[in-house]
């Protein structure tokens, strides 16, 4: 079974029993994936997330991290796709050029909101950009 298939199994699963997490594996990579809910924005309240906690891939292949979160955010049904503790400066610039935001709770873990709640945040986050890029 591919990863996306157990991660949406892992979806299926969590929405009846929350904060569930697991490893899971198949030939390109590692994953250790959560149902959380955490305050992500100042303000905002507790948000429902899809964790993603540690990553391993076993072949890096240009693409294959794009491909992954790209699919697993479009599956995720909670409030926002959040990925945890980034010590890589690459990736962490790679999830800001891609409109990822910053999590309220750890300046090295980020976050990208679903539906509505994207939309409305993105929009803060561009104004706050654009505010401060003049400085």
């Known amino acids: 079974m591919e990863i996306l298939e157990k991660i949406a199994k892992f979806i299926q699963d ?26 992500l924005v100042h303000g905002k309240g507790i948000q429902q997330t899809f964790d993603i ?30 990925v945890e ?14 409109n990822w935001l910053r999590a309220a709770n750890c300046s090295i873990s980020y976050f990208l909101p679903k539906g509505e709640w994207h939309v ?6 561009h104004s706050l950009r654009n505010s401060l890029s003049w400085q």
């Open 14 to 39: 969590s929405q009846k029993t929350p904060f569930k997490s697991k490893w899971l594996s198949d030939k390109l990579m590692e994953v250790y994936i959560r149902h959380g809910r955490k305050v």
């Open 53 to 82: 906690a540690n990553v391993t891939v076993y072949k890096k292949s240009k693409g294959t991290w794009t491909n992954f979160i790209g699919k697993v955010h479009a599956i995720n049904p909670f409030d926002a796709t959040y």
């Open 85 to 98: 503790c980034v010590h890589n400066e690459r990736l962490a610039s790679w999830l800001i050029r891609n």
């Open 120 to 125: 409305l945040q993105t929009n803060q986050e």
